[in-house]
């Protein structure tokens, strides 16, 4: 070891000297002390100027030997614009703005129910875009037109403010068109908690009945409940009492699809098609008595929102409760839900699913081009794109492009979910979960280990508001004391 004395600009250096190592890393101890990249300096030693590869043995340097440098250092990083401000300096409500976390909703006493699904319903922007443009008509005629203008200003409000917001209004006019939801404990004397499943169910039966247009069948009149949250079944009802007897058509709608869960389920498409097959007891023409029938039913149309309920909730005798079923029952991010249609809407939904799947071979693709570039993530997505083919617009079946709201895929990505924790459907906790989109409100959170590929999402806990990721979210199955989803929400896949 050689301690030399370095000159640069007036300024003078002592610097340890390990002889066994190359120049390159004398190089690097002078840009620690002086700031001057390795590439700009010039080192002045025997035989001309140092360079990366020099043996440094070979120069044969004495203790307090002057070296010259020449070099310029990197220009200081200016100083912000703005003084920084740091989290813990700011108010709940700055906090919120600086990082666009959206609003939750005041527990008014067990509204808990109604605060998670209201994040959800406030998910569909084609539901926000519907409120804003009605009118509503009078409140004393019709008391849910006010409950559908109080929804409209409490979402709005939702949109504005950092903080809390406490729906008396809306709750309100909730309560006088559903006493139901005033129910109050007979021995505590407060209000009673409620099924969020049935508030959901409940909403979008008024949403359906005030936001429709002038009465007719056409696409304008059409509510856009009926427009992109309904679907259509069609099936068939046979009984094995009397085998001879002739299956019968038989057709409904739907505005959510039951997941039916008992010991054998274990994911969402076992629940769902267990869900689609009813036993129901009719009178037999060719009996003569009642008998019990099989519905087997298939999906004909399927709206642009889906949502599912998880049967969760029993009747347990003896306990005179609604007990609940705490069985794991595991949920995609990704929901095909094309096995359950007609053999007609499969055929019908094939092109628009072959352009599905070619978009996401061709995102992977851009994932591996970028991944393999070294330029910055930005500049590598568009060298990525630039060096691939360009995908050809999605060719959607003529009755599904007509037919406005629907999904023309069966291919869907989760956007909500509402969980119950707790054991018993009159107890607990209601708690909402909304997928943050990518490229909108703040910046994505950067946690470690999170790739670029998933998603973030906002965990509404009444009013107090954090984020979860993907993860977080696919552990919300089931099978313990722990969140567990009652209502998904499903958005179809965009065709862009």
């Known amino acids: 070891m050689v301690t030399v004395q370095v000159k640069w600009q007036g300024k003078k250096y002592s610097v340890d000297v390990d002889t066994a190592q190359p120049g390159e890393t004398f190089k690097m101890q002078l840009f620690s002390l002086t700031g001057v990249a390795p590439d700009r300096q010039k080192v002045l030693v025997k035989g001309g100027q140092l360079k990366d590869d020099t043996d440094m043995a070979a120069l044969g340097l004495k203790d307090n030997q002057i070296l010259m440098m020449m070099g310029t250092a990197d220009e200081l990083p200016q100083a912000p614009a703005q003084p920084m401000r740091f989290v813990e300096d700011m108010t709940e409500d700055e906090v919120a703005k600086a990082l666009e976390i959206p609003a939750g909703l005041t527990n008014l006493g067990n509204t808990c129910y109604m605060n998670a699904a ?111 949250m309904s679907g259509s079944l069609v099936g068939r009802l046979s009984t094995e009492e009397a085998p001879e007897e002739p299956a019968t058509e038989r057709r409904g709608t739907f505005r ?38 099989t519905a087997t039913m298939q999906i004909e149309r399927l709206p642009e929102y889906v949502t599912v309920s998880y049967n969760r909730f029993f009747w347990k005798t003896s306990e005179s409760v609604e007990a609940k079923i705490v069985r794991s029952v595991k949920f995609p991010l990704d929901l095909d839900l094309a096995e359950f249609c007609t053999p007609e809407l499969q055929e019908k939904m094939k092109p628009a699913r072959a352009f599905l799947r070619d978009l996401e071979d061709r995102r992977m693709a851009e994932r591996k081009l970028a991944k393999a570039g070294k330029e910055p993530a930005a500049a590598a997505d568009d060298a990525a794109a630039a060096a691939l083919p360009p995908l050809p617009a999605a060719e959607i079946h003529p009755d599904l492009r007509a037919d406005v709201g629907c999904n023309p895929s069966g291919m869907y990505e989760l956007v909500g979910v509402v969980t119950h924790i707790g054991r018993t459907a009159n107890s607990g906790h209601y708690m909402g979960w909304v997928r943050k989109e990518k490229g909108v409100g703040g910046p994505d959170p950067k946690g470690a280990g999170v790739p670029d590929t998933q998603h973030w999402w906002y965990k509404f806990d009444d009013d107090q508001v954090s984020m979860v990721t993907d993860e977080d979210i696919l552990r919300l199955c089931g099978g313990g004391d722990w969140h567990t989803a009652y209502l998904t929400l499903y958005r179809a896949k965009s065709l862009e």
């Open 256 to 293: 959510k699809i039951n997941c039916h869960i008992d010991k054998t389920v274990n994911h969402l498409s076992q629940g769902i098609r267990k869900g689609l097959e009813e036993v129901v007891e009719k009178h037999s023409d060719t009996l003569g008595r009642n008998a019990q029938y």
């Open 118 to 228: 209201l994040q959800c319903l406030k998910a569909i922007p084609q539901l926000r875009a519907a409120l804003a443009a009605h009118a509503p008509a009078s409140a004393q005629a019709d008391p849910r037109q006010g409950l559908v203008a109080a929804l409209r200003h409490l979402l709005d409000q939702l949109g504005e403010s950092g903080e809390g917001v406490p729906p008396f209004v809306f709750l309100q006019l909730l309560r006088q068109v559903f006493p139901k939801f005033a129910e109050r404990d007979p021995q505590s004397g407060g209000n009673m908690q409620q099924d969020a499943e049935e508030f959901w169910t409940e909403m979008l039966t008024v949403l359906d009945h005030v936001l429709k247009g002038n009465g007719g069948s056409g696409a304008a009149d059409r509510s856009v409940v009926e427009q992109r």
